[in-house]
T-cell receptor, first 114, second 112 residues
Framework: DQQVKQNSPSLSVQEGRISILNCDYT??????FLWYKKYPAEGPTFLIS?????DKNEDGRFTVFLNKSAKHLSLHIVPSQPGDSAVYFC?????????????FGQGTELSVKP | NAGVTQTPKFQVLKTGQSMTLQCAQD?????MYWYRQDPGMGLRLIYY???????DKGEVPNGYNVSRLNKREFSLRLESAAPSQTSVYFC???????????FGAGTRLSVL
């Protein structure tokens, strides 16, 4: 039962354009979502998060949008840079209102071309 | 500023061999985790330890055991390795900001 899904394995965009990475979830009890970024041969690193009481959270070039009714979140990167090329995972805490154990999506590999 | 350190980085085993993956964190975190990453499946939780002295199963615990040796160290043991355990293994920890986990660089394991 894949409770957090990233249906696009890969995405390619031109430098300077917007990258939009999508994530769907099935458990309406999830109250917090995170995005992690992973470079080859490194561990994932935390990028940005959003609480279910918000519908948008912004941090520099990165913005996460949450649509609770659709059980969908998206990560926007504007403008995209070659250094953003990585695998992006969305995740949610496994237990309602508790941190710690995370359920991860399958990941989307972003390639930003110069 | 080490963060989470995993050893070894690479390992090749034969079916039936045993080994222990080591993980240590220097951030004074209470909780530690072991994940495996497989193509097309994201990261899946194997075991976790909410605090020193406690461990519990995650999503895919079969074939693994863990030891929380002290607050810093959390090891993952494969008693009898199988080809299905070929994967990249990540250790993680988190502290007060419970949702944000910090990951090690991973151990790439091949079981032949």
């Amino acid at each position: 039962d894949q409770q957090v899904k990233q249906n696009s394995p890969s995405l390619s965009v031109q430098e300077g354009r917007i990258s939009i990475l999508n994530c769907d979830y099935t458990n309406s009890m999830f109250d917090y979502f995170l995005w992690y970024k992973k470079y080859p041969a490194e561990g994932p690193t935390f990028l940005i998060s959003i609480s279910s009481i918000k519908d948008k959270n912004e941090d520099g070039r990165f913005t996460v949008f949450l649509n609770k009714s659709a059980k969908h979140l998206s990560l926007h990167i504007v403008p995209s840079q070659p250094g953003d090329s990585a695998v992006y995972f969305c995740a949610a805490p496994r237990v309602y209102n508790q941190g710690g154990k995370l359920i991860f999506g399958q990941g989307t590999e972003l390639s930003v071309k110069p | 500023n080490a963060g989470v350190t995993q050893t070894p980085k690479f390992q090749v085993l034969k079916t039936g061999q045993s080994m222990t993956l080591q993980c240590a964190q220097d951030m004074n975190h209470n909780s530690m985790y072991w994940y495996r990453q497989d193509p097309g499946m994201g990261l899946r939780l194997i075991y976790y330890s909410a605090s020193e002295g406690t461990t519990d199963k995650g999503e895919v615990p079969n074939g693994y055991n863990v030891s929380r040796l002290n607050k810093r160290e959390f090891s993952l043991r494969l008693e009898s390795a199988a080809p299905s355990q070929t994967s990249v293994y990540f250790c993680a920890s988190n502290g007060v900001a419970k949702n944000i986990q910090y990951f090690g660089a991973g151990t790439r394991l091949s079981v032949l």
